[in-house]
């Protein structure tokens, strides 16, 4: 061992750490590089994605990760794949969007139920996830915002109850529906953080103020983002096995 230290020593001028430092580097640019290739390879898939392919959103874990740890770099290695209609939204979506949306995470269960049918109202589909509480007890259940941003709208909707609409930082509007109720601050304009405290989850909605008891305590989660200058919806449920 002495004989290896004199010998570094005497190659690089007494800088021991010389190699150490050199190597490590060449490990970090080898993983950025290998991060950009396999998320421009996996991203390739949507070169000639459609609108409704690009709101089914049937993206990765495995590229979610990727994008979160290459940041800005791969929102735009999302924009030459996606192109610039699409590119920009996704990586807005996955950028924005950083926790799940209730607290209790092992309390619930969801399954992929956007664009299912639905009656109520009239025909329409299913616009997000029904993340549903097990113990079906409504005000029990926290819901966090998944984003810093604002409180666009808030109060009651015959379908979706008491509900919140945030506002992201890059123009995604998070949609929580069918609450309990609202937790102290929260209003139209309120700015609102990462993890912050929304309401309780529960079973409003399907009829005028205050109507509850209608169908099973429940979430309903959903994206919105704008295509050809109208607010429509993207799949949330990706997004949500990334956090879960």
């Not at 495995?62 to 996606?82: D, N, P, Q, S």
């Not at 929580?176 to 993890?195: Q, R």
């Not at 909605?205 to 200058?229: A, M, R």
Request: one cysteine or more; glycine letters at 12%.
């Amino acid at each position: 061992m002495k004989v290896i230290k004199k010998w570094v020593k005497n190659k690089n001028g007494g800088n021991l750490s010389y190699y150490f430092w050199s190597y490590l580097i060449i490990l970090v640019l080898l993983s950025f590089l290998g991060n950009l290739c396999a998320l421009g390879i996996e991203a390739s898939q949507y070169q000639t994605i459609s609108k409704e392919e690009f709101r089914n959103f049937q993206i990765s874990a495995t590229c979610i990760k990727r994008y979160k740890k290459l940041g800005r770099v791969g929102c735009a290695m999302f924009e030459k794949k996606y192109g610039p209609k699409y590119g920009t939204k996704a990586a807005s979506i996955i950028e924005d969007m950083e926790c799940f949306p209730v607290l209790e995470k092992s309390e619930v269960v969801y399954e992929d139920s956007w664009m299912n049918a639905r009656t109520y109202g009239g025909k329409r589909v299913h616009e997000g996830t029904d993340i549903m509480a097990k113990k079906n007890k409504r005000g029990e259940l926290s819901i966090v915002s998944v984003s810093d941003g604002v409180v666009e709208k808030i109060g009651w909707l015959p379908l979706g109850g008491y509900r919140i609409g945030v506002r992201s930082n890059h123009g995604v509007y998070f949609y929580y529906a069918h609450l309990y109720s609202y937790a102290k601050g929260i209003e139209e304009g309120a700015k609102v953080h990462v993890g912050q405290l929304l309401g309780k989850m529960g079973d409003s909605g399907y009829g005028e103020e205050g109507t509850v008891g209608k169908f099973p305590v429940h979430l309903h989660f959903g994206i919105y983002v704008s295509i050809e200058n109208e607010e429509k919806s993207v799949n949330p449920y990706q997004m949500l096995n990334y956090w879960k």
